[in-house]
């Protein structure tokens, strides 16, 4: 079975820094270009970051650009994203997301297998 | 950026009736290989997304056939045959086609 299971969400202080851990299992996790996507509370889905299968080409929204890392370790099937600066608005829940995509360019198949998510909340 | 822009905000419908919800995007969603990459989610209160349809038409693994997926262009529309009570929640569609990736604002389906 297909499964990604985050960790690392919790309370943290404005201008504080937080590293989220998606731990992959069920599927070849170096073939697929992996992501971060958050929800904030009662808004829509946004994507936060994607990384391609190897790790080698990453690209982030503009509103968590020079902030957010995102990377991955292909011996360990984990997904990580270190947050640093964060704000009030980036609270929210993020969502590991596998992607239906090998390749890291347009177009894109969208998210087929998502986690459960993990909660950020930042306090000023 | 492409712009999604779904419609209704809210659909209030009763069971066993048909649901109808567009998606438009403010450039066409064709790829220069022929294909649509515009996909449809949805998110159960509570719980995690879920692909439903993607490339338009195409259902993922276990998804009911009463949910259909249609439209070209700039156009779309996902369609519920049959609305039954695990159909609630908040539907978005996604295009693929253009960088950066985008979502529409989401549709709330409930029970009337």
């Known amino acids: 079975e297909v499964q990604l299971l985050e960790s690392g969400g919790g309370l943290v202080q404005a201008g504080g820094s937080l590293r989220l851990s998606c731990a992959a299992s069920?599927?070849?996790?170096?073939?697929?270009?992996m992501s971060w996507v958050r929800q904030a509370p009662g808004k829509g889905l946004e994507w936060v970051s994607l990384i391609s299968g190897s790790g080698d080409r990453t690209y982030y929204s503009d509103s968590v650009k020079g902030r957010f890392t995102i990377s991955r370790d292909n011996s360990k099937n984990t997904l990580y994203l270190q947050m640093n600066s964060l704000s009030a608005e980036d609270t929210a829940v993020y969502y590991c997301?596998?992607?239906?995509?090998?390749?890291?360019?347009?177009?894109?198949?969208?998210?087929?297998?998502w986690g459960q998510g993990t909660t950020v909340t930042v306090f000023s | 950026e492409v712009v999604m822009t779904q419609s209704p905000l809210s659909l209030p419908v009763t069971l066993g009736q048909p649901a109808s919800i567009s998606c438009t995007s403010s450039?066409?969603?064709?790829?220069?290989?022929?294909?649509?990459?515009l996909h449809w989610f949805h998110q159960r209160p509570g719980q995690s997304p879920r692909r439903l349809i993607y490339?338009?038409?195409n259902r993922d693994s276990g998804v009911p056939d009463r949910f259909s997926g249609s439209g070209s262009g700039t156009d779309f529309t996902l369609k519920i045959s049959r609305v039954e009570a695990e159909d609630v929640g908040v539907y978005y569609c996604m295009q693929g086609t253009h960088w950066p990736l985008t979502f529409g604002g989401g549709t709330k389906v409930e029970i009337k």
């Open positions: 450039q066409s969603l064709v790829y220069s290989d022929g294909s649509t990459y």
């Open positions: 069920g599927f070849t996790f170096s073939r697929y270009v």
């Open positions: 490339k338009v038409s």
């Open positions: 997301a596998k992607w239906d995509d090998t390749r890291m360019d347009t177009p894109y198949h969208g998210v087929d297998v």
